[in-house]
Nanobody, 122 residues
Framework: QVQLVESGGGLVQAGGSLRLSCAAS????????MGWFRQAPGKEREFVAA????????YYADSVKGRFTISRDNAKNTVYLQMNSLKPEDTAVYYC???????????????WGQGTQVTVSS
């Protein structure tokens, strides 16, 4: 079992930045692939970014490439999502996710956090 707790969401103006954090506990974090998803009102949940257990591989949705950066600190059991140049269309609930596989964490993660709201005003 893996427990995930997100933090760092909030309200920001377009063009601004936010950094989300996800603290993990349970399964050995350093061997777990981690990801971020988001769900906007009336839309399906969508993949945002993923990072391998070592941090050596990352993967991004085209919509956030060049603006968002995923990273992790295995000593702190925490994964981050740095979001820059935010747009109103980035408004969503952002969810942290975990899985043993980089492929699975990008599609059907085994574990989910409770979500944190990000609102970008125009």
């Amino acid at each position: 079992q893996v427990q995930l707790v997100e933090s760092g969401g909030g309200l920001v103006q377009a063009g601004g930045s936010l950094r989300l954090s996800c603290a993990a506990s349970g399964r050995t974090f350093s061997t777990t692939a981690m990801g971020w998803f988001r769900q906007a009102p009336g839309k399906e949940r969508e993949f945002v970014a993923a990072i391998s257990w070592s941090g050596g591989s990352t993967y991004y949705a085209d919509s956030v490439k060049g603006r968002f950066t995923i990273s992790r600190d295995n000593a702190k059991n925490t994964v981050y999502l740095q979001m820059n140049s935010l747009k109103p269309e980035d408004t969503a609930v952002y969810y942290c996710a975990a899985s043993g596989s980089m492929v699975v964490v990008r599609t059907t993660p085994n574990y989910w956090g409770q979500g944190t709201q990000v609102t970008v005003s125009s």
